[in-house]
């Protein structure tokens, strides 16, 4: 069982020692549903691997917070432990910290240790690090839109105790070539398709990335290649090559412009776009907004990467990230997070919601 009374750190420690990669979060999604249906005062449902509590208690205004249970792959560094004031282990930054701040409020509030300002909506959802069609939240967007409803929503995503708006989108798109099969040992008879995709490497190397001003914020775009594919046998011309690319781009896109873009970039080649997840504008200039803001520091800056800020954003709620993790250390063998860090961004929560 998860003890959401205990402090943070060793909240985030249990999280971690229990194995959540994408597609295999039931357990963990089984242990956060039994601890929060401890809390009488808490509404709990569960939609597949999402779960869902929610209050009640007739306030004017509602903040969703929501995290997802999973982790890219582990990497030899499950179970957790702590080194110094470190906190070591798969998740540790992205997200299990968060996460443990997400539950210890959830803790507080059905305690009645800590008496909202607002009414709740705690989310956690599963497949968060894999394409977007299997987002769990993203799921429940499309299905039950009305699940997810509030003046602004709040992702526990690593920001290292900063607010960051807004987020990046992010397109993922084939870039093939072809030529002719032949016999290595006579070459002049075919037509080699991996040379054949050098000019598309040469268009990568040579790309020059925007950076861009949103509301504010400065968001930086990249253009990357992040696989090459072909080859048929050490003695046969190649007669199919696929450089997968991924574009990081700024709020002011939308995911078509995005895909126009690419495709525009890659001109004469054939370009399928296989994965697409929209940008997210900041969204700090609502009054709720600026009041989180003031509660936790009052400084900002641009999500560079995506998070599910974007889906919010989709339905018209304003959604911003914070939380204690290190955004750079994130899927890293040497994931870690510092125990103080995530006792100070449990605080501000604790600040932004009395």
Not at 275 to 288: I, K, M, Q, T, V
Request: aromatic content about 4%.
């Amino acid at each position: 069982m998860l003890d959401l009374a205990a402090a943070a750190g060793a909240l985030t420690a249990a999280l971690v020692d229990v194995e959540s990669v994408s597609g295999d979060e039931d357990r963990l999604a089984d242990l956060v549903e039994a601890a929060l249906r401890r809390y009488p005062s808490l509404s709990i449902e569960r939609d597949g691997n999402v779960i869902l509590a929610r209050t009640s208690l007739g306030r004017s205004e509602r903040i969703v917070l929501a995290g997802h249970l999973d982790t890219v792959p582990i990497a030899g560094n499950v179970p957790s432990h702590v080194q110094g004031g470190t906190l070591h282990g798969c998740g540790t930054a992205d997200m299990k910290s968060g996460l443990a701040v997400l539950l210890r409020l959830a803790h507080l509030v059905g305690t009645q240790a800590l008496d909202p300002r607002v009414d709740l909506t705690w989310v956690c959802y599963d497949c968060e690090e894999v394409d977007a069609a299997r987002n769990g939240l993203g799921r429940l967007a499309r299905n039950r839109p009305e699940a997810l409803q509030g003046d602004l929503a709040i992702l526990l995503e690593p920001t290292h105790g900063i607010v960051e708006g807004g987020c990046q989108g992010t397109l993922r798109a084939l870039v093939r070539t072809t030529g002719v099969r032949a016999h290595s040992a006579r070459s002049w008879l075919g037509v080699n398709a991996i040379h054949a995709a050098a000019p598309v490497l040469e268009r990568l190397a040579t790309y020059q990335p925007r950076a861009v001003d949103v509301d504010g914020l400065s968001y930086r775009e990249g253009l990357n290649a992040v696989a090459i594919a072909g080859g048929v046998a050490g003695n046969v011309i190649p007669d199919e090559c696929t450089v997968t690319v991924n574009f990081r781009f700024a709020p002011d896109r939308s995911e078509a412009q995005a895909a126009h873009h690419v495709q525009a970039v890659f001109d004469g080649f054939e370009v399928d776009v296989v994965d697409s997840a929209p940008a997210a504008r900041p969204g700090l200039e609502g009054p709720l907004a600026q009041a989180v803001l003031a509660a936790i520091g009052g400084e900002a800056r641009a999500k560079l990467g995506w998070t599910d800020v974007a889906r919010f954003g989709e339905l018209g709620i304003p959604a911003l990230n914070f939380g204690p993790g290190d955004p750079n250390l994130a899927h890293k063998p040497e994931e870690h997070v510092e125990l103080a860090r995530i006792a100070q961004a449990e605080a501000a929560m604790v600040r932004v919601l009395s």
